[in-house]
Each structure stands twice: as C-alpha cells, then as structure tokens.
C-alpha cells in the first residue's frame, strides 16, 4: 500500500504477503503489516500486486490475471 503525493512522489505505507498455491482458492485475503500512517489531504492510496517484491521475495508466479475486489463504491 503506498501513499502517492500530488507531485507524484510514492512512499510505501505498509506490505503484505501471500503465497498462494496452484488449484488453490483463487480468492484470498492479503493482510497488511501494521502501519502508523497518516495520508495527508490531496494524496492518494494506492495498491500495487505482484509475484514478487525483490529482494524480500522471487517472483514465482506464473503469468497470469489478477482481479481485485472492492468494498461498494471502491474502484
């Protein structure tokens, strides 16, 4: 989860990790890392997902789609 600036700056709020495996549940849940954050007015939250987050983890996920679900009124 990142905090994006007006300007364009991008700091990284919190991280979370999930591995998931093949024929698994194709719908999970990622918890975050606990995080003291405050968004300042004007900047935007915003979430990035990957198979990998170098150096912490490899990519190991085959190419694939991911969907996002959102609460009511999320984008």
């Known amino acids: 989860l990142s905090d994006v600036a007006p300007d364009g700056r991008v ?11 093949p024929g698994s549940d194709p719908w999970q ?3 975050l890392e606990p995080t003291l954050w405050r968004f300042r007015a004007g900047h935007r939250l915003r979430v990035s997902i ?5 150096p912490r983890i490899d990519p ?5 789609t991911v ?8 984008s």
């Open 29 to 31: 849940r990622i918890a």
């Open 50 to 54: 990957s198979s990998g987050d170098v």
């Open 67 to 74: 969907t996002v679900a959102t609460d009511d009124g999320g």
């Open 11 to 21: 700091r990284q709020a919190t991280a979370g990790y999930l591995h998931v495996r």
């Open 60 to 64: 190991s996920a085959e190419p694939g």
